[in-house]
């Protein structure tokens, strides 16, 4: 009796977790590059630069991101060593006072779910910077930020510091995403924002040329330090934007916080409140600049090469760039933000939605959903 009742325990243990694991939702469907590793470079993806108009800055080492060591003299221009900032070009502030553009990188994730459930309550709107690689894990909360009417921007596939990469590796960073957000939402997004804020003139080449506007902040939380820094306060999230609300004459601000850690995450919410009762407007980046349309209209990413079916597409996409992954920076210049991976390797039961995964795992829920009533 008792073997048959730790059955049933083991049973009803069983299609618990995966009920809860389906809820959570599915993966986007196709067969997307390695999350969180530079996807590969396609030459379709490479040829859609004129590599020729690109600014031919050196491409900087990881170990130099990781010390601080900057390009000296700043001679293309790079906004996380700094500050330079290209002013025909470069997105750093909303230009009306009393505007505010809340940015949220890193996600989505299912942090962001509590978040849209915020802003759907207020009616108000932001900028998502998503990375690609959380795109495929989590496609229906972008699709439901999406249709809230938040601003989805472009984050890269993998979160590497964009000077580390060769022109080819950057392309592919910024096209697999693209690609990831048009399968997930039906649009390709005309911002990007380039992780810890590391760009030179080489990546605004490209970024120009793929149709993106790069948009940084003039406001830093640094709440994705309270992810692994035991000596980070999250009441400093609130304390900042407390200090910013006050400063007079300044032009509207952007602000920058991430919606993938817990605690950080857990403050947007609170932060909203004193921006809007200072009497400021939260508005998405795009609309603080005066343009309503976030998205290309006429999108330059090819489909990807047979992406829902069968091991020849898969063949395609073994074929890895050369680079390592970058690690991320310590250098106090360089505006930091986590590295998505640790989050991202998580030992989650992915299940993806094609027709056939979900047929059978319905299948394997039902049968263990009932074997239990006949035992
Ligand atoms: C951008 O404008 C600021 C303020 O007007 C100026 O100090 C800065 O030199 C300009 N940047 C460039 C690259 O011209
Ligand atoms: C603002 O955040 C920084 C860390 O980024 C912190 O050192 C500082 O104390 C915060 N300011 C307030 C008023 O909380
Ligand atoms: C999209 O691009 C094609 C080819 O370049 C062009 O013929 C078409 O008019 C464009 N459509 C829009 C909506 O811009
Ligand atoms: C995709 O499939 C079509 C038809 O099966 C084939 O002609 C084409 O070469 C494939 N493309 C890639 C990139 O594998
Ligand atoms: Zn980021």
Known sequence: ????????????FLSIYLLIQLSTGAMLPGNWPTLDEPPPILAEYTKLVDLSKVANAAIRTISD????????????CHWGCTQCVRNQTDIITCPNVGDWGITLDDGPSPQTTAILDFLEAQNIKVTFFVVGSRVVEYPEILQRAYKLGHQIGVHTWSHPSLTTQTNEQVISELQWT??????????????????????????????????????????????????TDKTFKLSWIEGNFTEWVKQP??????????????????????????????????????????????????????VPPNSTASTTSLLAYTNTPTSSTPASS????????????SHSKSTSFAIKSNNFDNFLWSIIIGAILFTPTFL
């Open 1 to 12: 009796m008792n073997f048959i009742s730790d059955i049933k325990f083991l049973f009803k």
């Open 65 to 76: 991101v990781n010390i601080g060591k900057c390009p000296n003299p700043d001679e293309y």
């Open 178 to 227: 693209a690609e990831v957000i048009k399968a997930a939402i039906g649009v390709v997004p005309s911002y990007m924002r380039p992780p810890y804020g590391d760009f030179d003139d080489r990546i605004r080449g490209i970024c120009e040329q793929l149709g993106y506007k790069i948009v940084t902040w003039d406001s830093d939380t640094n709440d994705w330090r309270s992810n």
């Open 249 to 302: 004459g300044k032009p509207g601000h952007i602000s920058l916080e991430h919606d993938l850690y817990k605690g950080a995450a857990a403050q947007v919410p609170s932060v909203i409140n004193i921006v809007t009762k200072a009497g400021y407007k939260v508005k998405p980046v795009g609309t603080c600049l005066g343009n309503d349309n976030f998205y290309q209209s006429n999108a330059t990413t090819p």
């Open 330 to 341: 310590t250098t106090p210049n360089t505006p930091k933000n986590p590295t998505p991976s």
